[in-house]
């Protein structure tokens, strides 16, 4: 499965902004999909998910209420709708594929970078 990010670019705090992850080649297989983010000098962490089928979609307490993922199954794409920007959500965010309940994302596309002014 080949994932590729895109959509990220400067935004002023309190804007929105929509990144997009195309999938490719086996996405039969996927179980879930997932958005995490990596800021400047911290860890990796989740944001979102959302299981191929059924839609069943699940947030990190962070972004809970600001952002919406959904996806498109007949584009094998899944976006993520980022309303309500901070700062602190400036970060390198990262898709991945999953293609089992294991919770462990076998798949990762190119990060792409959102930097959120003050």
């Known amino acids: 499965v080949q994932l590729q990010a895109s959509g990220g670019e400067l935004v002023q705090a309190g804007g929105s902004l929509r990144l997009s992850c195309a999938a490719s080649?086996?996405?039969?297989?996927?179980?879930?999909m997932a958005w995490f983010r990596q800021a400047p000098g911290k860890e990796r962490e989740f944001v979102t998910s959302?299981?191929?089928?059924?839609?069943?979609?699940y947030y990190s307490d962070s972004v809970k209420g600001r952002f919406t993922i959904s996806r498109d199954n007949a584009k094998n794409t899944v976006y993520l709708q980022m309303n309500s920007l901070k700062p602190e959500d400036t970060a390198v965010y990262y898709c991945?594929?999953?293609?089992?309940?294991?919770?462990?994302?076998?798949?990762w596309g190119r990060g792409t970078l959102v930097t959120v002014s003050s």
């Open positions: 959302i299981t191929w089928i059924g839609g069943s979609s």
């Open positions: 080649g086996g996405t039969f297989s996927v179980y879930r």
């Open positions: 991945a594929a999953d293609l089992n309940p294991d919770g462990k994302y076998a798949f």
